[in-house]
């Protein structure tokens, strides 16, 4: 038969290490024993970039998307507009909410290549192409 080990267990907080305080850790700093590195964004709510974010902003052409054109709204408009359909219908047939058919006609979304195929499908119209990013 298995015996039990019933001493009781006292566990005890180590009180000969003191916790660092600022005058310790200034006087190591001093003497070099300690060294303090600056992190990006270390201590706070910092907003920003990176240090070389102007470097890489200056090497590149621009990060805007693409925008869509005056003529693709327009022809996705009157396409909708031809079949005597709301945004609602349209959205239903696609199968996707009436908000993004309502984005795609005032330029806030770009509709993805597959999207752009199953509106002309559903329309059947050629839409014109997206253009390329705007220039600032």
Known sequence: MATQDWKTVVLKKNITKKPATARSIAKAKKSGDLQT?????????????????IKLDNETENFRHKAISQNFKVTLMKARQAKKWTQKELAQKMNVQASIIASYENGSAIPQQQVINRLQRVLGVKLPKITNPKKR
């Open 37 to 53: 590195v600056k992190k990006y964004g270390g201590g706070g709510n910092a907003k920003g970039g990176p240090s070389n974010a």
